[in-house]
């Protein structure tokens, strides 16, 4: 019988189910064959073959239950299998992906198993599991799928495979790292009873760090789990295979369920009728506006309440902000007015669609109607879909972001307001499809315009021409990363130009 190297109690129990089933099922048939054949020396020949047939049978099923060992999502919809509950209809969506050539399974000593929460919005979630899953690959441990953030601003009850397809997921990286839905069953048990070892990984860890100080919380505790995962892998000078791999999960690996992929596919379909478009994605949310303390054009009622949900989130560590002072240094997510100032000092056609990627607006109403007074195709999703088609994805509003990320993704111009994690994301990944334009803004610039602009110091052409050459070359073209290494925070983003992969 192989021997396992990560092989616990429960799977062993599973596999010699396995081994004294089919020997049941091979003596019971082999007997009642002897009794039919006992006087018909001519089909001892056969016997002889049916007996070789079913030690082959045997053989195949054993390789079977050692499949499940190393992979069992792959192999959960072998039809000869008994499956798991959780194999359900699953079996039905993942069948056909068998038939892709899939790259063969990464043979290697298991040094334990790594849980991750990830926290944040999708697109922070995103990067950690491509970081997640370099940092399991380099440990040689099994990834357990990740858990999404369910308890941020964003609230979406989501898990893994409600937004990502989670059955490619572990399929596509077989060759990288084994990956399962779910701890084995006698390892689960000891989660649940609190038998695990967890911490939040150091910030812009090097590998070195994960080597050192991770693999031997992992040897030793067997099941270990990160409960913080943003930013926890450096941008810079990590060995080039850790880079690829960090691309080749994101480009590759993460792809929205079906469901998703459809929805975002119409919109897009949607939108081209209409032409070309460009995706503003105007991070001018209410979250974003108490966590940075950027309240300009805010009514007193509305800073008293961005101000409230600050102080009682744990997370914002920044307490007292001088909005103006922030707005200057170049901090803030443009407003939407100043959006319409800059998009038409850009020389943005007037008639061009302008597709908002965002969450609800703050004060939505009132604050769009000078952009949508400017651009009179902008356009929201609430514009596009039916009230119906949109009910399930309003309350999941991490389903809604990713449907932001494939029409940005798609978008003929891409421009963040603000330099959040969707912005960069969606920034490296035009990049990666083949340096598609995003307009990257100085803000700290444009703020400084702008009230020149606005108290007559600048006129309307000097603004604008001023704006146009400050960006001629902010437009997402190829370049290498900013690096400072003190200072991860402000150097440029790994995911923003994953210049490794390009
Ligand atoms: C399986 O797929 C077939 C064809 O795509 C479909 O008609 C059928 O309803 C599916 N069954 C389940 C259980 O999902
Ligand atoms: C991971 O596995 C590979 C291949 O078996 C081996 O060369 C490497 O030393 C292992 N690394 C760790 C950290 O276990
Ligand atoms: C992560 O785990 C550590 C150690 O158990 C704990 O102190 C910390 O509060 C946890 N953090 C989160 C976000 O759960
Ligand atoms: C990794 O980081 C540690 C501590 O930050 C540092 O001492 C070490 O030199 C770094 N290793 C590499 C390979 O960069
Ligand atoms: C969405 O959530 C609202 C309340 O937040 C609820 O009334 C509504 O039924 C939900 N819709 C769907 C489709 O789940
Ligand atoms: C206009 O605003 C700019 C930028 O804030 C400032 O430097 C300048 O002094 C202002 N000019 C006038 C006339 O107020
Ligand atoms: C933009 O890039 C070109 C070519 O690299 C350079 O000649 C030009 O000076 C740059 N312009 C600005 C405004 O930085």
Redesign the pocket.
């Known amino acids: 019988m192989c021997k396992l190297e990560d092989s616990n109690e429960k799977i062993e129990v599973k596999e010699g189910n396995w081994v004294t089933r089919m020997k049941f099922l091979g003596e019971v048939r082999v007997g009642n064959t002897k009794f039919f054949t006992a006087s018909h020396a001519k089909l001892k020949l056969w016997i002889l073959r049916a007996i070789t047939t079913l030690l082959l049978w045997t053989c195949i099923i054993q390789l079977v239950a050692l499949g499940e060992v190393w992979g069992p999502n792959l192999l959960k919809s072998w039809p000869s299998c008994s499956n798991p509950p959780d194999a359900r209809t699953e079996a039905n969506v993942s069948f056909p992906s068998r038939k892709v050539q899939l790259p063969p399974k990464r043979v290697y000593k298991n040094n334990g198993y790594l849980l991750v929460s990830c926290n944040g919005g999708l697109n922070q979630m995103r990067a950690a599991i491509c970081d997640m899953v370099a940092i399991a690959r380099h440990l040689n441990v099994t990834l357990i799928v990740p858990e999404l953030d369910k308890t941020s601003f964003w609230a979406d009850p989501s898990n893994f495979q409600d937004i990502f397809d989670v059955d490619h997921f572990i399929s596509s990286l077989r060759d990288e790292v084994r990956i399962l839905k779910e701890l084995p069953p006698g390892l689960k048990r000891k989660v649940e009873l609190g038998m695990f070892y967890e911490l939040p990984p150091i910030s812009w860890s090097n590998i070195s760090y994960y080597h050192q100080q991770i693999l031997p919380l992992l040897k030793r505790h067997k099941v270990v789990r990160l409960n913080r995962t943003d930013a926890r892998l450096a941008n810079n000078d990590l060995p080039f295979e850790i880079q690829k791999l960090r691309c080749r999960v994101n480009f590759h690996s993460l792809r929205f369920t079906a469901r998703i992929e459809e929805m975002g596919r119409k919109l897009v379909r949607i939108l081209r009728q209409n032409g070309p478009f460009l995706v503003l994605h105007l991070r001018y949310e209410m979250d974003m506006l108490s966590f940075s303390g950027c309240t300009r054009g805010c009514s007193n009622e509305e800073v008293d309440e961005l101000t409230r949900m600050r102080h009682a989130n744990p997370w914002w560590k920044e307490k007292a902000i001088d909005s103006e002072l922030k707005r200057?240094e170049g901090l803030c997510p443009l407003t939407p007015e100043e959006a319409a100032l800059v998009l038409t000092a850009l020389g943005i056609d007037h008639n061009v669609q302008i597709y908002i990627a965002a969450g609800e607006i703050y004060s939505q109403e009132r604050r769009l109607r000078p952009l949508a007074a400017a651009f009179r195709n902008l356009v929201i999703k609430e514009k596009l879909l039916e009230p119906s088609e949109l009910q399930f994805f309003q309350n999941h509003s991490s389903q809604m972001a990713a449907l932001d990320y494939l029409i940005s993704l798609e978008s003929d111009i891409f421009v963040p307001t603000y330099d959040g994690n969707m912005a960069k994301v969606v920034e490296g990944h035009r990049r990666h499809l083949g340096f598609k334009k995003t307009i990257l803004l100085d803000r700290k610039v444009l703020v400084?315009l702008i009230?020149?602009y606005?108290?007559?110091?600048?006129s309307w052409d000097e603004f604008s021409s001023t704006i146009k050459e400050v960006h001629a070359n902010r437009t997402g073209c190829p370049t290498s990363r900013v690096v400072i290494s003190a200072k991860p925070k402000v150097e440029d983003y790994f995911y923003s130009n994953p210049q490794e992969c390009l």
């Open positions: 200057r400084d009230d020149q606005e108290n007559g110091s600048l």
